[in-house]
């Protein structure tokens, strides 16, 4: 029996059209890496020669010489740790609670919609916040606290959003063969839904720290310092991070200090790739424990 002629049109159409989108896609994925390689290639040619033992454990400086990034880097480190101790707790508990615990009605709706535009705002926004409630309001003052707290806002409705996914792509069958063992709702998501969702939580959590060591415009709200001589030793003291101190440097017009602005974005690359690789080590342990 032939087929209609309409039929074969339409799905020679459609093969059509998912050609020209493999293409599409195609193209704009190599235009994305053959830029990204032109930039990395043009950063490590002009830093590399000022990447030293020197340059690591220097304070800013106004010669170029002399100039490091230790405040900067102690500064980075400090906020990532309390960014992490603080948004990873918050924005799983909150994943598990909308998803195995919240009964579907207006509220939960409501909050779940809040979520996701929250994800999209600018940062410079969550600076502005940060500046208002925790500098101002809460007089937390300039501190790498305030900062954290700031950088936790920013990185919460992406680690809420991620383990939502992870905790539903969790079949349900499992949960219903732990209830039908006479286990309760807090046995079920702590034994069997949390070490399943546990790689995606990861991903997700890799995706939100990843964003927030990369960005300058909140700490620029909240003041960070730029030109700081010494590290950070309690949550209440002042302090300063690498994308200030590179953007620092690259409104100087001096050139060396170009060359410092991109030997700074070398070593800020070298701690995002260190965080990632640990998160993606854990996040392969943990799923091979579950494939098994």
Not at 126 to 154: C, D, E, K
Not at 232 to 261: C, H, K, Y
Request: hydrophobic residues 50%; proline residues 5%.
């Amino acid at each position: 029996m032939k087929k209609d002629p309409a039929f074969r049109q339409q799905l020679r159409t459609r093969q059509l059209r998912g050609r020209s989108f493999s293409v599409l896609f195609l193209m704009a994925t190599l235009t994305g890496i053959l830029v990204l390689t032109v930039l990395l290639v043009d950063v490590l040619r002009d830093g590399i020669g000022w990447l030293d033992w020197q340059f690591i454990t220097s304070y800013p400086s106004r010669k170029p010489d002399e100039a490091g990034v230790l405040s900067a880097l102690f500064g980075t480190l400090w906020v990532m740790v309390l960014t992490a101790l603080f948004s990873l707790p918050v924005g799983v508990g909150t994943a598990i609670y909308l998803e195995e615990y919240a009964p579907d009605n207006r509220l939960r709706r409501l909050i779940q919609t809040n979520i996701n535009n929250l994800a999209g705002v600018p940062s410079i926004v969550y600076g502005l916040l940060g500046l208002s409630l925790f500098v101002q309001a809460l007089a937390l003052g300039r501190s790498v606290l305030a900062g954290a707290l700031t950088m936790t806002l920013m990185s919460l409705p992406v680690i809420i959003i991620a383990a939502q996914e992870a905790i539903r792509s969790v079949p349900q069958a499992h949960r219903l063969g732990a209830y039908a063992l006479g286990a309760t709702c807090w046995q079920v998501v702590r034994h069997i839904v949390l070490p399943s969702a546990l790689p995606g939580v990861l991903t997700g959590s890799i995706l939100a720290m990843s964003r927030a060591i990369g960005e300058a415009a909140p700490m620029i709200a909240i003041s960070a310092l730029v030109y700081l001589t010494f590290i950070p030793t309690s949550i209440m003291d002042r302090f300063t991070v690498l994308p200030i101190q590179i953007f620092n440097w690259v409104s100087r017009p001096q050139a060396e200090f170009g060359n410092l602005a991109a030997a700074g974005i070398i070593v800020l690359l070298v701690v995002l790739l260190s965080m990632n690789a640990t998160a993606i080590i854990l996040r392969n342990r943990y799923q091979r424990r579950t494939e098994e």
